[in-house]
T-cell receptor, first 117, second 114 residues
Framework: DQQVKQNSPSLSVQEGRISILNCDYT??????FLWYKKYPAEGPTFLISISSIKDKNEDGRFTVFLNKSAKHLSLHIVPSQPGDSAVYFCAASPLPNYGGATNKLIFGTGTLLAVQP | KAGVTQTPRYLIKTRGQQVTLSCSPISGHRSVSWYQQTPGQGLQFLFE???????NKGNFPGRFSGRQFSNSRSEMNVSTLELGDSALYLC?????????????FGEGSRLTVL
């Protein structure tokens, strides 16, 4: 049961244009969403996050939008740069099932972004 | 500041063997999580430790186990290895245990089971 879905395994954009990566989720109890970027032979690195009480968060060239009614979030990168070429993972933080805290994340399967010079 | 360190980086085992992977979190981080990454499956949550206590466990068979030591270092063990256990095993640490915090990942241990 894939609770976090990234339906596009790959995306190719031209340098300078906008990259839009999409993510859908099924569990309405997720309270926090994050994007991670992963280069080959490296561990994922945190990119940007958004709380479920917000609908937008911006950090430089990166903006994440959250549409709770549609259970959909997207990552916008503008302008895209060749160094942005990587696999992008969407992740969601579930509410802990015992009332405590947790750092557990549920990840999507990733989208490989290729930014062409 | 040193990042998350995982050892070994690469290893090859045969079916039926067992393996132990090690993770040293960032200094001061008390939360350690483990994830399995396989092609097409993304990162699958294995378990999470905070102050030596397992707080969460993912949907993996009992052959997968872990522990955390008093210095926050963590190990995971996989017994009776199967071909399907071939994967990149990633460890992540976090300063807080409060959730929604940024996870810092190591480079992973790539396990190949023959």
């Amino acid at each position: 049961d894939q609770q976090v879905k990234q339906n596009s395994p790959s995306l190719s954009v031209q340098e300078g244009r906008i990259s839009i990566l999409n993510c859908d989720y099924t569990n309405s109890m997720f309270d926090y969403f994050l994007w991670y970027k992963k280069y080959p032979a490296e561990g994922p690195t945190f990119l940007i996050s958004i709380s479920s009480i917000k609908d937008k968060n911006e950090d430089g060239r990166f903006t994440v939008f959250l549409n709770k009614s549609a259970k959909h979030l997207s990552l916008h990168i503008v302008p895209s740069q060749p160094g942005d070429s990587a696999v992008y993972f969407c992740a969601a933080s579930p509410l802990p099932n015992y009332g405590g805290a947790t750092n557990k994340l549920i990840f999507g399967t990733g989208t490989l972004l290729a930014v062409q010079p | 500041k040193a990042g998350v360190t995982q050892t070994p980086r690469y290893l090859i085992k045969t079916r039926g063997q067992q393996v132990t992977l090690s993770c040293s979190p960032i200094s001061g981080h008390r939360s350690v999580s483990w994830y399995q990454q396989t092609p097409g499956q993304g990162l699958q949550f294995l378990f999470e430790y905070f102050s030596e206590t397992q707080r969460n466990k993912g949907n993996f068979p009992g052959r997968f186990s872990g522990r955390q030591f008093s210095n926050s270092r963590s190990e995971m063990n996989v017994s009776t290895l199967e071909l399907g256990d071939s994967a990149l095993y990633l460890c992540a640490s976090s300063r807080t245990g409060s959730g929604a915090g940024e996870l810092f990942f190591g480079e992973g241990s790539r396990l190949t089971v023959l």
